[in-house]
Each structure stands twice: as structure tokens, then as C-alpha cells.
């Protein structure tokens, strides 16, 4: 492992040498102001006796009181910093102008690197200037990411925000470990697990989803100082803590090794539909919503005459049913597996509703149809859809297949600024 310090130059040598002294760097980097440059250079034969063989890079700044101007040298520093492999990074804002130490944490932040700062039990000027020589006391700071939690917090929601679940997570995941057993750290291993549910919820694994959620306990992250400060966060979990019991009547008709289709699962559908639309993935979402079409009809048919149209008993068909489903065709077997067009006729036949709210509107399902078998992912290379096409097939599902009953989709988590999918930022 090689340590690594970067230090800012003030007018005082004894806080930098002490610095020096205690964490014995391979490397140094010294970011210095034109009037601290002289400084910079003896300190730099300072370190060559005290850590022997350290390597020493001083970078300058030529507007020690512009915070833009020291941002953009630390960030530099910064940046060198981490090409070096296998290091411990450490950085002592102690010297400088104040914009100088502002910068230093700033530009490494989100690095996550140590921090450290050289104190003293006496000063001049009636203890409160300068640190008297011989009195330094470095103080190591913890990682400072418990103090930027609004930052850290604010780019796991825009990931959420985005449908990024598995993104949100592994970034939760992160944070919980670099946190570790602190109460912040729980907190983020807690969000992780929600991320998680989440994920697996939007790839249709609804009972994995639901062991992931039940690896957390809502209320205790409720109670989290982060969550009490936070409106949006708390309004947030109190969505997940809603979207639980969803979940659980989901997870109640996918159970058992065949899942049958059901008006459940088709809302579910839509909601996710929509999450692919905010995505900017129109194909994706209409043959969701063709799908829809499809596990409506199959779901009426199972629930309101006990069909299954993947094995349909020819006895179960009145004899007008049979010779429109088959033809007229010569039949070998007691069982018929209908289409999506034959399960469509046999509503038709049999006068359910759904058909009723179906038949004005054929032309429409017929345009999804055409969407989804001409489209890149099915047969063709058609172009590919957009928002306009999405949203005028989308009503289409609400009005005819749900009545105009809305999904439920996963909870709103509005991040501080939302960047709208295909807006070009």
C-alpha cells in the first residue's frame, strides 16, 4: 500500500512537517499559492529526510483567493492522486487561504479519500491564530461523506428516479461499506435492499423481490435522521412501505410452478410499461402493452369461463365456437390452443364486455399489433417508436382493457432536478 498526502501551503512550515511525520508518504503533492511557492520548495526537502525515496509534486495556484481557480488545481491533484495504484490517499486542508482548503475537500470528495487537519492546545494572538510551534495536533477527520449525505443521497434518487435500479443499488451497496457500522451506514445497507426489491420487481421476479424487502424494516429507515430532514425521502418510504402490499398480492398469484395470467398482472404490466416509456424505449414499451392486450383476453377467459387458451377442451365449445375458431377444419385432438385473434373471436361469441369496449376500437388494437410484429425486436426493422405512438396506444389499454383504471406504478422519488429522457443533456 503506498500513502499518498496532498497538502495545502499556507504561510507556516510546522503543521505541514507534522503532517509529514505521522502518516509518511510515498507520495506528496503540495498545492501552493505564488506566495507560498518559496515555502512549498523547503518543504519539499523537508520530506525527501523525513520519508526517504517519497516523491514530491508541487502544483500552483495563481488565484489562492478564487474558490473556481483552487478547485481546478486540487481537482488536478486529485485526479493524479488516484492513477496511482494500490494507495491510501489522505488530504490536509491545514494550510492556505480558506478557499484553498475549501477546494481541497471539495475537489475530493467524491473520491472519499482521508482528511486531516493540524490543530494545537496553544495559539498566538491570545490563543486564537496561529498554532504556536511545538504545540501541532493533527486530527484525523473521518471520512466526510456523513456530512455530504444531501449530495450522496441526492444521486441515488436521481438513479431511481431514472428506473436505474440495479445502478442505485450497487451505489447504496457502496456506501453502506464504505460507511460501515455507523448509523448512516445501516441506513444505506436498508435502501440497498429497497433498491434491490425494486429490481427485481421490474424484471417480473416478484417473489424475489419480495425476499429482498423483507431483508429491511422500513420503519427503522423512517426514523433515520436523513429521512426525518427529508421530505421527499420520507414521503418516498412511506410509498416503498404502500407498494409492499401490492407486491404481496402479486407475489400471491405467481405462486406455483405455471403462473396463469390475471387483470393483476396486466396492470403490473402497464406500470412497468410506462417506466420503459420514461425510459425513452418506446419498442420496448408498446410490445408491453401488446402484451397487455393478449393476458387481458386470456385472464377473462380463464376467470369469468374457466378457459385456458393455450389448452382449450373442444367439449367446453358450443358448436358454433368450434367451427369459428377451427374453420371449419378437421380437428385430431380433444384440445384447441387458440391464438391471440381466435382468443379475441371466442369473447367476441361468448358477448363478454371487454369485447363490448373492444369492438369500436378494432383498429387500434390492430395498429399496436402491426407495432410490435414490424418492429425491431419481433420480425422486422421497422423505425422505431415514439413517445406520440406510445401515449395514444397507451390510452387505448386504460379505456378498453382497465375501464380507465389507472396502474399503480413504483413510488415517486423526485430527485432536486429531473433531466427528461431523450432531452439530449
Known amino acids: 500500500m503506498k500513502n499518498v498526502l496532498i497538502l495545502t501551503v499556507g504561510g507556516t512550515l510546522a503543521p505541514l512537517v507534522k503532517s509529514v511525520k505521522t502518516f509518511i508518504p510515498d507520495y506528496i503533492f503540495l498545492i501552493a499559492s505564488q506566495d507560498t511557492i518559496d515555502l512549498a520548495v523547503e518543504l519539499k526537502k523537508e520530506a525527501k529526510v523525513l520519508s526517504p525515496g517519497c516523491a514530491v509534486e508541487i502544483a500552483t495556484v495563481d ?9 481546478e488545481v486540487a481537482r488536478k491533484v486529485a485526479l493524479k492522486a488516484v492513477d496511482i495504484p494500490d494507495s491510501q490517499i489522505r488530504v490536509d486542508y491545514t494550510g492556505g487561504t480558506k478557499s484553498m482548503s475549501a477546494a481541497a ?4 470528495a467524491d473520491f472519499h479519500f482521508e482528511y486531516a487537519y493540524t490543530g494545537g492546545e496553544r495559539r498566538d494572538r491570545e490563543n486564537i491564530g496561529r498554532v504556536l510551534d511545538g504545540y501541532e495536533k493533527l486530527i484525523e477527520m473521518p471520512v466526510p461523506l456523513s456530512y455530504l449525505q444531501g449530495a450522496e443521497l441526492e444521486h441515488v434518487r436521481q438513479l431511481y428516479s431514472g428506473w436505474n435500479f440495479d445502478a442505485a443499488r450497487q451505489y447504496c451497496e457502496y456506501l453502506g461499506h464504505l460507511l460501515g457500522k455507523t448509523l448512516a451506514g445501516e441506513f ?11 429490481y427485481w420487481w421490474d424484471n417480473f421476479r416478484h417473489d424475489t423481490a419480495q425476499r429482498a424487502f423483507s431483508k429491511t424494516d422500513l420503519d427503522v429507515l423512517q426514523s433515520h435522521e ?9 414521503k418516498f418510504l412511506k410509498g416503498v412501505k404502500k407498494s409492499q402490499e401490492r407486491l404481496n398480492t402479486l407475489t400471491a398469484v405467481t405462486k406455483g410452478k405455471t403462473v396463469k395470467p ?3 398482472l396486466a396492470r403490473d404490466l402497464l406500470a412497468n410499461a410506462d417506466r420503459r416509456a420514461d425510459e425513452g424505449r418506446f419498442d420496448d414499451a408498446i410490445l408491453r402493452l401488446y402484451r397487455i392486450i393478449e393476458m387481458t383476453v386470456q385472464a377473462t377467459l380463464l376467470e369469468k369461463y374457466g378457459i385456458e387458451t393455450d389448452n382449450v377442451p373442444v367439449n ?3 358448436q358454433k365456437e368450434f367451427n369459428v375458431l377451427t374453420a371449419g377444419e378437421p380437428v385430431k385432438r380433444n384440445t384447441l390452443k387458440l391464438s391471440q385473434e381466435n382468443a379475441v373471436r371466442l369473447l367476441e361469441l361468448k358477448g363478454h364486455p371487454l369485447w363490448t369496449r373492444m369492438a369500436p376500437e378494432e383498429k387500434t388494437r390492430k395498429k399496436i399489433q402491426q407495432v410490435r410484429n414490424y418492429c425491431y425486436l ?5 423505425r422505431a417508436a415514439d413517445r406520440n405512438k406510445f401515449d ?7 379505456r378498453v382493457m382497465f375501464e380507465g383504471e389507472n396502474a399503480e406504478n413504483f413510488p415517486v422519488w423526485r430527485p432536486a432536478v429531473r433531466i427528461e429522457a431523450g432531452s439530449g443533456i
Not at 63 to 71: G, Y
Not at 188 to 198: A, D, I, N
Not at 226 to 234: G, N, P, T
Request: net charge neutral.
Open 105 to 108: 475537500v471539495l475537489a475530493t
Open 378 to 382: 419481433e420480425h422486422q426493422l421497422e
Open 316 to 318: 367446453k365449445l358450443s
Open 188 to 198: 444505506y445497507r436498508g435502501l440497498e435492499k429497497v433498491m434491490e426489491g425494486f
Open 63 to 71: 488565484e489562492p483567493e478564487s474558490l473556481q481557480a483552487c478547485h
Open 226 to 234: 436523513l429521512a426525518i430532514q427529508d421530505k421527499r425521502l420520507k
Open 262 to 264: 390475471s387483470v393483476e
Open 392 to 398: 395514444g396506444f397507451r390510452k387505448y389499454v386504460l
